[in-house]
C-alpha cells in the first residue's frame, strides 16, 4: 500500500520522535497478531520467528508480564544493505518487541533505523533505507490503531 508522501513523511517523524517506540490499545497477542496481518500482506517479508517470552520465562520458573518477539526481514532490502555493511548483520532479521508494562500499558518497539543507518554508516543503504521508512512506521501504525484492521 502507497501511501501520499506527505501522510508518510508524518509517519515517519512520528516514529523518529517517539525513538521507535508506540503505544497499543491492545494486548501483546492482539498486536503482535496484527502486525504480521500487515507483514503477510508483503510475500518479500520472510517471518523467522515468533518467541513468547513469558512462556520462555515460566520454564525457568519466572513470571514475568507478557512480551513477545517477533523476528522478519525484507528479502529485497537485504542485499542493498549489506553490500553497503556487512557489519549491519547485527541488526537483522529486524527484531520487534511488544511488552506489557507495569502500569497494564503496551508497547511495540522496532529498531531505530536511524541510528542503524548512522551508525553503521550506511548513507541510506542503496535506497533500502528509505524503503523501510515507507514500510515499518506504517506497518506499525496500523497495528496498534483502534481501527479494525483490513
Known sequence: MTRPAVEQAEIVKRAQVNQWRW?????VQVTVDR???VVDRYPEVLKYDRIDQK???RISGFDIRPAETVYFQNSKLVGSLL???IKVLEQLPIKTIVWEDDSGQV???T????????HYQLNGGK???QAIYNLLPGWVEEAVSEAPQR
Open 55 to 57: 512462556a520462555v520465562a
Open 127 to 129: 535506497g533500502a533505507i
Open 23 to 27: 503505544k497499543s490499545p491492545h494486548s
Open 111 to 118: 529498531p531505530n533505523i536511524d541510528y542503524m543507518d548512522e
Open 83 to 85: 553490500s553497503t555493511n
Open 35 to 37: 502486525l504480521l496481518k
Open 107 to 109: 508497547w511495540l518497539q
